[in-house]
């Protein structure tokens, strides 16, 4: 079973939240809260797979419970959803760099937030096309300068071809094809990647190219 938390200060996006994801036979939802202490709280205890995590909300914002989330070494099993709206951008570009594996808007269809607890249960990272191009280029427009290319020197001439392709975000199949590997090494090459950048997922490497300047600012993703 997938365990997960919602939050949100609605109760009433909260119910229906339950609702959908309960109806799922492998999803179980193990706590709800309606502030940013309280999910801090609540997931500390329940020790989810999934936090789907609202960014307003009193006593501590979801920014906040993100950012605590991740200082928790029992909770690095924990994989955070933010769930956001367009009009805040950069707020959503400091929880991935805080640790959240990935977004939705709030509107997003039924089939897609189900699709979105199981990705990143499975250990992968939500990108939602979407979102996607614009989220990243305001993190690069951000920091882009900042971030010293030299960083890529621990990894190899292969393994950067393939960290720039993630940062397209192409998937592990696409990534295979465009470089003549089959998906599984493909695979293996990204999990390499996020070893040697430390990065916690697919989203944080998607990050680390658009900063290091690995893909152009303004590429598609």
Partial sequence: MIRVVIADDQQLIRAGFRSLLDAEDDIEVVGEAGTGTEVVDVVRRMRPDVVLM?????????????EQIATF???????????????????????IRAGASGFLVKDTEPVELIRAVRVVASGDALLSPGVTRRLLERVARGSQATVDASALSVITGREREVLALVGRGL???????????????AK????RIMAKLTARDRVQLVVIAYETGLVPLGRAV
């Fill in 73 to 95: 070494p029992e909770l690095s099993g924990t994989s955070i959803v933010v769930v956001t709206t367009f009009e805040i951008d950069e707020y959503v570009a400091r929880a």
């Fill in 54 to 66: 609202d960014i307003r909300m009193p006593d501590g914002d979801g920014l906040w419970a993100t």
């Fill in 188 to 191: 293996t090459h990204v999990s």
């Fill in 171 to 185: 998937t592990n199949t696409e990534i295979g094809a465009k470089l003549f590997l089959s998906p599984l090494t």
